[in-house]
Structure formats: structure tokens, C-alpha cells
């Protein structure tokens, strides 16, 4: 199977900056499309940015120009380098895998859709 790790969260003034990773592990042959979401507290779960395998990005209105996606296709990993953070900025960050393929001992590969990491919590004091 597919194992996402995230890092990078924590505390931080309004204003400040983090920048958080996720980490892919498992028998990977390839990786899609990686994003990241958020939640807050009594909200949905939402878009925050993804990056393609070509590294084609896309942002949520509320972080262009704050945020930045990139990602690296060696260490299968993606990062999220959010800049000017806000108060509703606050949630549990989570890192997404549309599509993985991995290497099986039976089938020599399998598609895995839709994975999740556990999430990391990032909290914008004013």
C-alpha cells in the first residue's frame, strides 16, 4: 500500500510562514497528481493546491500569491510553503495521492486511488 507522511506544522504569528512536507512511501513505480487540503474546525474539507506529475499547479483563490506547491518526483515527495499566514488559515493540513501506482507480486503493479496522510495541524495566532 501507499503510506503519505506530513510535517511541518505547528504555531506561528499572523504573518509568518511554515512550510510543510509530505512524504510518500511504500513499493511506488509512479505518482500523479499531489495536493493539499485543509479543514477547520466545523468546516469542510477544502482545496488548498495541487501539482501535477509535470509539475502543472493549481490554487485555491483564498492562498495564490501566499502559498506555493512543488513537489519532487526523486524523493516522491510534495511541499506546501505558505507565506503571510492568516488566522483562517488555521486547520488540519492534509496531503493527497490521486492515483499511485504500485508494485505487486502478483500483478507486477496496482493502481492505488485517493490516498490520505493523517494530517498536521497548522494554528495562525493574531
Known amino acids: 500500500q501507499v503510506q503519505l507522511v506530513e510535517s511541518g506544522g505547528g504555531l506561528v504569528q499572523a504573518g509568518g510562514s511554515l512550510r510543510l512536507s509530505c512524504a510518500a512511501s511504500?513499493?511506488?513505480?509512479?505518482?500523479?497528481?499531489m495536493g493539499w487540503y485543509r479543514q477547520a474546525p466545523g468546516k469542510q474539507r477544502e482545496l488548498v493546491a495541487t501539482i501535477t506529475i509535470d509539475s502543472n499547479t493549481n490554487y485555491a483563490d483564498s492562498v495564490k500569491g501566499r502559498f506555493t506547491i512543488s513537489r519532487d518526483n526523486a524523493k516522491k515527495s510534495a511541499y506546501l510553503q505558505m507565506n503571510d499566514l492568516k488566522p483562517e488559515d488555521t486547520a488540519v493540513y492534509y496531503c493527497n495521492v490521486d492515483w499511485v501506482l504500485i508494485r505487486d507480486d502478483l500483478r507486477g503493479a496496482k493502481q492505488i486511488f485517493d490516498s490520505w496522510g493523517q494530517g498536521t495541524q497548522v494554528t495562525v495566532s493574531s
Open positions: 511504500g513499493s511506488i513505480l509512479n505518482i500523479n497528481t
